[in-house]
């Protein structure tokens, strides 16, 4: 375990000691504090001091309570892919977290090109723009003006606003709250003492509760669902988990059959909000990991990375990492014949009344 996930499980941890408790006072008092701006916050938007703006079309938002891989991309996909299906003119709209040009609104793909790269768009709306053909990608931090700007650009007629939960700027029609069901909401505290970004009380905004990474054979949702119904009785919540549906060469875009890999020397790498969750794929699938390296969530690679990479690799018949980070991945790596690419797929239980829950 590096140092930034053994501090993150400390931050975290549910019940710490006397002398644990006294070393984290700073962030719990910072954690109430922030509890406290947000509630306000909140408040002022439920009472119209704060105004909210609408976009000029029907608005989805695709978000969740904590930090960290709830599933939002995913999710986003498969209910635009499903929009476009249905002859629906749709747009997705996300922040652009680290994008070099995304102080202002940028159009990362036009629906048919992609004109910006992951480094001025920011890893996942590139990840986004390079899955979703056919469907436009706006991406800036003023997600009001974004989604005007695909309402006309484009003439859209629904947005899915990937991370949008929090954004409560923009006027929304339905709300669809994804929730780690491996990890729900954490220690209970919120940032920077936990994981939560709000109070389990903003459920109550919730349309829709979608359950993420569940083990669909073994999982028992009960007590998870009626902490959710403490706050919110009427939305339907669904559950869902992630199916590997293909394992690609990077080189040559070939797809690998699992049962060649199986008896190799495998390794892995990601930077992904919930790595454990790849990584549990790869071993469900029946992959022995022998090494793997974790960056944190957002991580921008390096030349001391490609080089930390490119060593691993020639220890292994086959290294893997997600479509995430191959976003990312500039040409050196392409020298890498090893290097693979972990496609999944999200299955949801009831798929048809998830989607007609959108009431679209």
Request: charge should be positive; hydrophobic fraction near 40%.
């Amino acid at each position: 375990m590096d140092l930034r996930a053994s501090t993150e499980k400390i931050i975290n941890t549910a019940n710490p000691g006397m002398l644990l408790s006294l070393a984290l006072f700073p962030l719990t008092a910072a954690s109430f504090i922030y509890t406290l701006i947000i509630t306000i916050r909140s408040s002022l938007y439920k009472r119209g001091i704060l105004k909210s703006y609408h976009a000029g079309c029907k608005v989805i938002t695709i978000g969740n309570l904590t930090v960290g891989g709830t599933g939002k991309t995913p999710t986003v996909c498969m209910i635009a892919e499903y929009l476009k299906k249905e002859g629906v003119n749709t747009a997705v709209v996300c922040r652009g977290y680290r994008g070099k040009e995304t102080g202002t609104p940028q159009i990362v793909s036009n629906g048919e090109k992609i004109l910006l790269d992951s480094g001025s768009a920011g890893d996942e709306a590139y990840m986004l723009a390079k899955k979703l053909s056919g469907i436009p990608v706006i991406a800036g931090k003023d997600r009001v003006a974004a989604s005007k700007l695909a309402c006309k650009h484009f003439n859209t007629e629904i947005i899915i606003l990937d991370d949008g939960f929090q954004h409560l700027r923009l006027k929304r029609d339905i709300d669809v709250v994804l929730i780690n069901f491996r990890n729900p909401f954490g220690n209970g505290f919120l940032l920077p003492r936990g994981i939560l970004r709000e109070p389990l009380k903003a459920l109550e905004r919730a349309n829709i509760v979608l359950l993420t990474k569940t083990d669909p054979i073994k999982a028992d949702r009960s007590s998870l669902e009626n902490k959710i119904r403490i706050h919110n009785r009427k939305a339907p919540i669904f559950n869902s988990f992630y199916k590997p549906a293909n394992i690609v060469n990077f080189s040559n875009s070939k797809s690998i059959p699992v049962d060649l890999m199986k008896d190799k020397k495998i390794a892995c790498f990601c930077s992904i909000g919930d790595p454990e969750s790849f990584i549990l794929v790869l071993k469900h699938m029946g992959l022995t990991l022998a090494e793997k390296i974790i960056f944190p969530d957002h991580h921008q690679y390096s030349s001391y990375d490609y080089k930390r990479i490119k060593e691993l690799s020639e220890k292994f018949d086959y290294l893997i990492t997600t479509e995430k980070d191959i976003a990312k991945i500039t040409p050196d790596m392409i020298k890498m014949n090893n290097l693979s690419v972990l496609e999944i797929e999200e299955i949801i239980d009831n798929t048809e009344l998830f989607l007609k829950s959108l009431q679209i």
